[in-house]
C-alpha cells in the first residue's frame, strides 16, 4: 500500500511542485488549496492519510485551524507545517498546535523530501506497535499501554499524540535516568532528523499539560538543569 500524503497550500505552483516531486518519490497524494478543503478531504478520508503538510497562512480557515481539527480526529496522522514564518516563536507554536515538525520557505526538495519521510516511518512505527503488541508498562501510578497507544493515571486515560508517546514510552523505559535532548532526539526522531532541536523541548512540555497535576511545577517529568530530562515514578 502506497504511502499516503495530504499536501495544503494555497499558492499553485507550490502545491504543485510538491505533489510532483512526492510522487516521484513514491507517495499516493491528494491536494488542498486552502483550509476548508483541506478538512472536507480529510474528514472523507481520515484513516487513508500518513502524513499532512499544512502551510500555514493561508485565508479563512488558517493551517493552525486544519491542524487542531485532525488533533481532534486523529493523533496517529503525522503533521508537518511549511511556513514563511521563520522566528523561533512561530516554529515553537506551530509544534505546540500540535505538528510533529516545521519546514520554512523557502526550502531544499532534498530537505522537505527527508523530513516528510523522518515524519512517515515513525508514523509507521506506531502503527506497527498498535498492530502487533498488547504490552504494558506500569509506572508509579501510571501504567502504558502500547495496544492502546495511550497512558493511564488510575482509572483516567491521558490521549497522546505519536511522539508523545513515544517519547513517554521511553522515560518509561529508563526511570531515574537523566535524559538528554540529543538522545531523545536520537530515540524518537531518528538520526536522519536536522529539524530544529526545539522540538524536544515543545513535546515536552505539551506531555507536562497532559500528565502533571501542575505542570509549572512537574513532579514527575521534571528538568535536570544543564544536561536533559527525567522521570520520577513517585
Known amino acids: ?3 499516503k500524503v495530504l499536501v495544503v ?17 513514491g507517495y499516493s497524494v491528494s491536494e488542498a488549496g486552502n483550509g ?6 480529510f474528514d472523507r478520508e481520515t484513516d487513508s492519510f500518513d502524513v499532512v503538510l499544512l502551510d500555514i497562512m493561508m485565508p479563512s480557515v488558517s493551517g493552525i485551524d486544519v491542524c487542531r481539527h485532525i488533533r481532534e480526529k486523529s493523533q496517529n496522522i503525522g503533521v508537518i507545517f511549511l511556513s514563511a514564518k521563520a522566528q523561533e516563536h512561530d516554529k515553537v ?9 516545521y519546514i520554512t520557505k523557502p526550502f531544499s526538495l532534498t530537505e522537505l523530501l527527508a523530513r516528510i519521510d523522518a515524519v ?3 508514523v509507521k512505527l506506531s502503527k506497527e506497535i498498535i498492530n502487533t503488541h498488547s504490552d504494558e508498562i506500569t509506572c508509579g501510578n501510571f501504567l502504558l ?28 523505559s529508563n526511570t531515574e535516568k537523566t535524559i538528554t535532548r540529543e ?21 515536552i512540555r505539551r506531555l507536562r499539560l ?18 536533559g530530562y527525567k522521570w520520577v515514578a513517585e
Open 36 to 41: 476548508t478543503d483541506a478538512i472536507n478531504i
Open 1 to 3: 500500500m502506497k504511502r
Open 145 to 172: 499501554s502500547t495496544k492502546k497507544r495511550a497512558v493511564f493515571c488510575g482509572k483516567q486515560r491521558i490521549d497522546l499524540s505519536q511522539i508523545e508517546f513515544q517519547i513517554l514510552e521511553y522515560f518509561f
Open 93 to 101: 507554536y506551530g509544534l505546540y498546535c500540535g505538528a510533529d515538525d
Open 120 to 122: 512517515y516511518r515513525r
Open 210 to 227: 497532559k500528565i502533571e497535576k501542575d505542570p509549572s511545577c512537574p513532579e514527575h517529568l521534571i528538568t535536570v538543569w544543564g544536561k
Open 183 to 203: 538522545e531523545l532526539l536520537l530515540q524518537v526522531w531518528g538520526e536522519s532528523y536536522y529539524g530544529d532541536d526545539k522540538v524536544v523541548d515543545v513535546n
Open 9 to 25: 497550500e494555497d499558492e499553485v505552483s507550490i502545491r504543485e511542485f510538491i505533489t510532483l516531486n512526492l510522487a516521484k518519490a
